[in-house]
């Protein structure tokens, strides 16, 4: 990948999550398109969005974030934020997971605060 596009991939996710505090990561290998539009439908009504993301690129962002996560880049990944809380974001996935198990949680975060 060119590094000029690479540089404009990583202005877009530090724009996508420039105001998160809380986030999840998780894979879901092997779901079908329907499947993933039924989990994405009903997860947005609670408010949490879902993005799939190049590990190398959102590594280096979320760490200049603040929010190292280290030993969670495998595979396809899912950044999954947007819940009141860490706590209820990682109860619906738990939940998707449990009802899907080609859904498997990588690990999340909480990014410092800044006062």
């Known amino acids: 990948m060119a590094k ?3 540089q404009m991939e990583m202005e877009a ?3 996508t999550f420039e105001g ?3 986030l999840v990561l998780f894979t ?3 779901i079908d398109s329907q499947t993933d539009n039924q ?4 997860l947005r009504k609670k408010n949490i969005r879902l993005q ?3 590990n190398s690129l959102a590594r280096r962002v979320f760490d200049e974030m603040g929010m190292k996560l280290d030993g969670v880049w495998e595979g396809p ?4 934020w947007g819940a009141e809380s860490l706590a209820e974001l990682s109860k619906e996935l ?3 997971a449990k009802k899907n198990k080609k859904t498997r949680s990588q690990g999340g975060g909480q990014r410092r605060s800044e006062d």
Do not use: E
Request: proline share 0%.
């Open 4 to 6: 000029q596009i690479k």
């Open 13 to 15: 996710l530090r724009r």
């Open 20 to 22: 998160v505090r809380d």
């Open 28 to 30: 879901a290998s092997g």
């Open 39 to 42: 989990m994405r439908l009903g």
């Open 52 to 54: 799939v993301v190049k």
């Open 77 to 80: 990944t899912i950044v999954a």
């Open 94 to 96: 738990d939940a998707l």
